[in-house]
C-alpha cells in the first residue's frame, strides 16, 4: 500500500522522500504549496493540525487497524524507520545515538539555520544584529556536526534517519554564509551524502513537484 506524502520541496519535505527513497517504498506525493497556502486547508488541517509540511498517511500500518496520520518531519522518520526497520538501530546505545542527532536536528541546526535562511533572505529589512546572531550560531552548529563526524562515514556511525534529517539542512550553506571548507569532516560527509542514489533521486522528485 501506498504512502500518501503531503510535500513540498523544502529541506523538512527532503527528509522524508529520501527515506521513502532509500527504503524503495511505494509512496504518492500531495503537493502542499506553501506559497499559495495550501497548509491552511481544512482537510490538511485535520492530519497537520500545526499547520506545516510534510504529513503522512498510512493506511496499511503494521497493526493492521485504520489509517495513521503522522505530522513532524522527526516523528514520520521515526515511524517510517520503526514500520520498516530500517535505519535506526535495534541496539539501545546506538539507537539512542541516532535519536540525540535525531533531536539535535530537529531543536538546533533546522531552527536556528531557518531564522538564518529568513533574516538573510527574506526579512523586508536588514537587521545586523539578527544576520549576525544566526550565521554565527548556524557556523557554530556545523562546526559541533563536524566534530561528530570524525573519522566517522555518517553522524552515528551507520547511516540512519539522523543523516536523512540534517543533510536537506546543510544543502542550502551558500544561503546560509557557510563555507564547507571550514569544516572538513561535514564536507566530506555532505559528498557522500549527494551521492548516495536514493538522496539523488529524492531530489529529482523535488524538481518535478514543484514545476
Excluded at 142 to 166: F, P
Amino acid at each position: 500500500m501506498t504512502i500518501e506524502l503531503y510535500y513540498w520541496p523544502t529541506p523538512n519535505g527532503h527528509k522524508i522522500t529520501i527515506f521513502l527513497e532509500e527504503a524503495e517504498l511505494e509512496y504518492q506525493i500531495l503537493p502542499i504549496d506553501i506559497s499559495k497556502g495550501d497548509q491552511f486547508q481544512p482537510e490538511f488541517l485535520k492530519i497537520a493540525p500545526n499547520n506545516r509540511m510534510p504529513a503522512i498517511v498510512d493506511r496499511a500500518p503494521t497493526d493492521g487497524g485504520a489509517a495513521i496520520s503522522v505530522f513532524e518531519s522527526g516523528a514520520i522518520l521515526h515511524y517510517l524507520a520503526e514500520k520498516t526497520g530500517q535505519f535506526l538501530p535495534t541496539s539501545l546505545r546506538d539507537r539512542y545515538t541516532v535519536m540525540e542527532w535525531l533531536f539535535w536536528q530537529i531543536g538546533g541546526l533546522g531552527p536556528m539555520a531557518g531564522q538564518n535562511h529568513h533574516f538573510v533572505q527574506y526579512a523586508p529589512e536588514k537587521i545586523p544584529y539578527a544576520i549576525d546572531r544566526y550565521v554565527k550560531e548556524t557556523a557554530r552548529l556545523y562546526g559541533v556536526l563536524d566534530r561528530q563526524l570524525a573519522n566517522k562515514d555518517y553522524i552515528s556511525g551507520d547511516y540512519s534517519i539522523a543523516d536523512m534529517a540534517c543533510y536537506p539542512w546543510i544543502v542550502p550553506h551558500e544561503k546560509q554564509q557557510q563555507n564547507l571548507a571550514d569544516f572538513p569532516n561535514l564536507h566530506s560527509w555532505f559528498d557522500r551524502m549527494q551521492s548516495r542514489p536514493a538522496v539523488i533521486r529524492a531530489y529529482d522528485r523535488a524538481n518535478v513537484t514543484s514545476n
